[in-house]
């Protein structure tokens, strides 16, 4: 079935114009109703990858981006406030590759204890979360990255992390990091209400 042009001009246009990353229900809800979406996106994806921004898919959701080859044009505009210390990306690291997480075994694994300050500069930054309570005597509150994350690191998902298989393969990850938490609580505190739950 051949893709209807107008329906691609209507995907590229709500994709150029949108301040944050749109799913799939998003650019369907403000589309005819026969519109082939993954057909459209796939045909903008390939129109697009030897242009300079290109099409990309990043937690679930669908953006134009830099084109990575071209990354170096924009570095000096995309200096962030955010210069992490050692322990802070130590701490990203840690989360990213074993979420879910607790406080006491980020510290285990960086052998040292963690301030508060470490995990406050990445809940400023969107990037970490409480997931939920560990179903464990005390019921200690559990950490993992965020979707602003994904879209900060242009990730689709957590396995896409370089290496993760590789890591997971030696030994060294002995946790999926799907998001899935059977053996979790889902807690809906903040992550202040954690911080000082947790003292």
Known sequence: ???NPEHMRMVEALLFAAKEPLDIQSIAA?????????EILEQIQKTYQHKGFNL?????????MTAPDLSWLLQEEKETSRKLSRAALETLAIV?????????????????????????????????????????PGK????????EFLIHFGLDDVRDLPGFDEMKASGLLNTE???LFDTFEEDAATPLDVEENED
């Open 56 to 64: 990309t898919q990043v937690a679930g959701k669908w953006l134009f």
């Open 1 to 3: 079935m051949s893709i």
């Open 96 to 136: 990213a590759y074993h979420q879910p997480i607790t406080r006491t075994e980020i510290e285990e694994i960086r052998g040292v204890g963690l301030s508060r300050g470490v995990m406050d500069v990445l809940f400023e930054a969107g990037w970490i979360r409480p997931r939920g309570r560990r179903r464990t």
């Open 177 to 179: 990091p799907t998001g």
């Open 30 to 38: 403000r589309v005819p109703e026969d519109a082939e979406l993954p």
């Open 140 to 147: 200690p509150v559990t950490y993992g990255t965020t979707e």
